[in-house]
Nanobody, 119 residues
Framework: QVQLVESGGGLVQAGGSLRLSCAAS????????MGWFRQAPGKEREFVAT????????YYADSVKGRFTISGDNAKNTVYLQMNSLKPEDTGVYYC????????????WGQGTQVTVSS
């Protein structure tokens, strides 16, 4: 059974940093694309960043480009989201997700981790 477990969320002041982790288990992810999404209170869930399991082709939402970095550690089956220069508008629940590389839909989702950025 596939499991994605996020961790690393918390409360941070504006301008600070956090690193989110997503531990993946239950299958071989070598042909999967991993993504981070977030949902702010009262808003739709939105795309943040994505990367292939091999670490190639990172892609970011314009709102986080230059501040966030997505990466992976294949040996640990873990994907990271390094978040720097955080802003209050980055507040939300952050979700890790996985999709097969030839499919557009993300089939697997984690439970989410809360990130709160205070001004």
């Amino acid at each position: 059974q596939v499991q994605l477990v996020e961790s690393g969320g918390g409360l941070v002041q504006a301008g600070g940093s956090l690193r989110l982790s997503c531990a993946a288990s239950g299958r071989t992810f070598s042909r999967y694309v991993m993504g981070w999404f977030r949902q702010a209170p009262g808003k739709e869930r939105e795309f943040v960043a994505t990367v292939s399991w091999s670490g190639s082709n990172p892609y970011y939402a314009d709102s986080v480009k230059g501040r966030f970095t997505i990466s992976g550690d294949n040996a640990k089956n873990t994907v990271y989201l390094q978040m720097n220069s955080l802003k209050p508008e980055d507040t939300g629940v952050y979700y890790c997700a996985a999709r097969y590389q030839t499919v557009a839909k993300y089939d697997y989702w984690g439970q989410g981790t809360q990130v709160t950025v205070s001004s």
